[in-house]
């Protein structure tokens, strides 16, 4: 599974979350049903936003929900899952974005793809992902084309990226493909009054889910010499947290112009888990939840305006802790560490694992999935990207303390 948005099951309360896994599970089956078994390796958290979206403009309609067989990641159990256009679509624009993701792959040589033979078998497989998605989308009224036009524009316009340039520059062909996704949710719920606010929210939601793509794949980009829109353009961590707690906020105003049949679930994943997600990202906490330290509140705009983040008077993360300081065993420059010495000081600073390429990543996701670490796990390698995930259906250790943190004006 990746995605930006992956919310606590604990969070979301028992009701949200059998939601919530509905569409998940939606997800995953209408790739099965139309697409074949091969195609759920596609199923992410963010594409069944689109499925939540168009069932909240129409509401749960008769045949909205059938029951689902057993499933290694429901720890084989039946669940009832949603069905419908809203899954279909989430189906046809994962599979297309999926695809480009490939051929990316492709063109950077990632692992077992610099091998003449593999690279051809992957391009095959993306070539008919877009077929396969195209002909979802023209049953759907929806011109896949866009997206695929939008996935085209974002290599020459990383490439003519320089010093100075604009990072919106950057993010702007996965806001227009985003954009298009979430606003023919209202043509599928034939709600017109909807599109324009609906496009407003996905626009945003494609800047937040680059921004964010780039702010955790930082230093390991570093590391590896490889492309990131933050180094290439200059950008700042502090405006690169301004930008995407604008866009937050844009969300927010764009949902409430939309009119909604139940838009319960949108709004929590929309405008609190993805708060969350921003907050994961930038290695910041505005809830509760999350047990900030002493004087660490909500960071409304840059996170580092505070000055110490931890509010522990030193500034070290590990000033307070059992080992008292970052050169004990638990700190950075300790045995336990975790990275070893900062460049500066002579050592390689954070190591984080490569990327898996795409056929590896494909094997890592099959044990994942057939060892039911993907639900139940508290956490997990992401099998392509290689990045801490969190099983989607974990115990949650966020504690609940029977407030509304989130501190919600909308």
Request: a neutral charge.
């Amino acid at each position: 599974m990746f995605g930006i948005v992956r919310p606590c099951t604990h969070r979301l309360g028992e009701g949200l979350k059998v939601e919530w896994m509905a569409h998940l599970c939606g997800l995953c089956l209408a790739l099965r049903a139309d697409h074949g078994q091969f195609a759920r390796v596609v199923t992410n958290y963010d594409g069944l936003i689109v499925s939540v979206l168009t069932e909240a403009q129409t509401g749960l309609a008769d045949g909205g929900r059938r029951t689902a067989g057993p499933c290694p990641l429901r720890g084989m159990r039946t669940a009832p899952v949603a069905r419908g256009e809203g899954a279909r679509l989430a189906a046809a624009v994962s599979l297309v974005l999926a695809s480009a993701k490939v051929r990316d792959h492709v063109a950077d040589r990632d692992g077992l793809l610099a091998r003449r033979p593999v690279a051809a078998a992957a391009r095959r497989v993306a070539r008919s992902w877009d077929r396969a998605g195209a002909r979802t989308g023209h049953a759907l009224g929806f011109d896949t084309a866009v997206l695929v036009d939008a996935v085209d524009r974002q290599t020459g316009i990383e490439t003519l990226a320089g010093p100075g340039t604009p990072l919106l520059a950057v993010t702007e062909p996965t806001e227009t493909a985003t954009a298009a996704a979430f606003a023919h949710t209202a043509v599928l719920a034939r709600r017109p009054g909807n599109a324009v606010p609906l496009a407003e929210a996905g626009r945003l939601f494609g800047r937040l889910a680059h921004l964010l793509d780039a702010v955790e794949d930082r230093e390991a980009d570093a590391a590896a010499g490889a492309w990131n829109p933050l180094a290439a353009t200059g950008t700042s961590l502090a405006e690169a947290r301004r930008l995407a707690d604008d866009a937050l906020h844009g969300i927010r105003l764009a949902l409430r112009d939309a009119e909604f049949v139940n838009g319960r679930l949108v709004h929590v994943l929309l405008a609190h888990e993805l708060k969350a997600s921003v907050d994961r990202a930038f290695g910041t906490t505005s809830c509760s939840h999350g047990t900030p330290g002493p004087g660490q509140g909500p960071v409304p705009g840059n996170p580092y305006a505070g000055g110490n983040p931890y509010g522990n008077g030193g500034g070290n993360p590990y000033g307070n802790g059992p080992y008292g300081g970052a050169g004990g065993p638990a700190g950075p420059g300790g045995p336990g560490g975790p990275g070893g010495l900062p460049p500066q000081f002579g050592g390689e600073g954070p190591q984080r694992p490569k990327p898996r390429g795409f056929l590896a990543g494909c094997a890592a996701f099959t044990w994942l999935f057939c060892t039911c670490q993907m639900c139940c796990a508290k956490e997990y390698e992401g099998p392509w990207s290689r990045k801490k995930r969190e099983g989607c259906c974990r115990d949650c250790d966020c504690g609940d303390c029977g407030c509304d943190c989130c501190g919600c004006d909308c």
